[in-house]
T-cell receptor
Framework: AQKITQTQPGMFVQEKEAVTLDCTYDTSDPSYGLFWYKQPSSGEMIFLIY??????QNATEGRYSLNFQKARKSANLVISASQLGDSAMYFC??????????????FGSGTRLLVRP | DADVTQTPRNRITKTGKRIMLECSQTKGHDRMYWYRQDPGLGLRLIYYSFDVKDINKGEISDGYSVSRQAQAKFSLSLESAIPNQTALYFC??????????????FGPGTRLTVT
């Protein structure tokens, strides 16, 4: 069963506006971590933000925030004040916390964001 | 200098050839991973290693092998390359002693084309 679902293959946003990228996940493990990575056209994977399953507050990192709704199993990324340099592919990933876990990440299929000037 | 390096960055090879992709890290992390990314898809795990004596298969290990030559080096081999192994390959590292969750740090990727 697919564990990370990103339903938006592509999105547009106007420069300086906020945008939300959706991510839903599926796990029966009470302990897990959720990550967002950015992949610009150059190809590298850039870590943006992390949310732990036991964290009480939504994670924030500069212009990035993670809207964590545990009951809904969603971990949407919010980018405020979009910039042209935010145009990239964005991946949601999950790490499950079972004792035998490799701490490997399971990735969604990604959302391509294009910021319009 | 980059903390996680991959060589080569780009490689074109022919079907049936053996090829090795190398990954080195200066972060001192104990855990290393190899992923592949196909166009329009997320990353999928090929192999991972917790330390020099530990090698584990990931989601898509068939057709690949790995070697952890040292804590800082983790190489991926395609014994007999086939066209559907054309992909972008990423090495990643994480630190089990970091505490809390373990962010993975990615190398710049190796773009492999098998003709």
């Amino acid at each position: 069963a697919q564990k990370i679902t990103q339903t938006q293959p592509g999105m547009f946003v106007q420069e300086k506006e906020a945008v939300t990228l959706d991510c839903t996940y599926d796990t029966s493990d009470p302990s897990y971590g959720l990550f967002w990575y950015k992949q610009p056209s150059s190809g590298e994977m850039i870590f943006l933000i992390y949310q732990g399953s036991y964290d009480q507050q939504n994670a924030t990192e500069g212009r990035y925030s993670l809207n964590f709704q545990k009951a809904r199993k969603s971990a949407n990324l919010v980018i405020s004040a979009s910039q042209l340099g935010d145009s990239a592919m964005y991946f949601c990933a999950m790490r499950e916390g079972r004792l035998d876990s490799s701490y490997k990440l399971i990735f969604g299929s990604g959302t391509r964001l294009l910021v319009r000037p | 200098d980059a903390d996680v390096t991959q060589t080569p960055r780009n490689r074109i090879t022919k079907t049936g050839k053996r090829i090795m992709l190398e990954c080195s890290q200066t972060k001192g992390h104990d855990r290393m991973y190899w992923y592949r990314q196909d166009p329009g898809l997320g990353l999928r795990l090929i192999y991972y290693s917790f330390d020099v004596k530990d090698i584990n298969k990931g989601e898509i290990s068939d057709g690949y092998s790995v070697s952890r030559q040292a804590q800082a080096k983790f190489s991926l081999s395609l014994e007999s390359a086939i066209p559907n192994q054309t992909a972008l390959y990423f090495c990643a590292t994480s630190d089990s002693l970091a505490g809390g969750d373990y962010e993975q740090y990615f190398g710049p990727g190796t773009r492999l084309t098998v003709t």
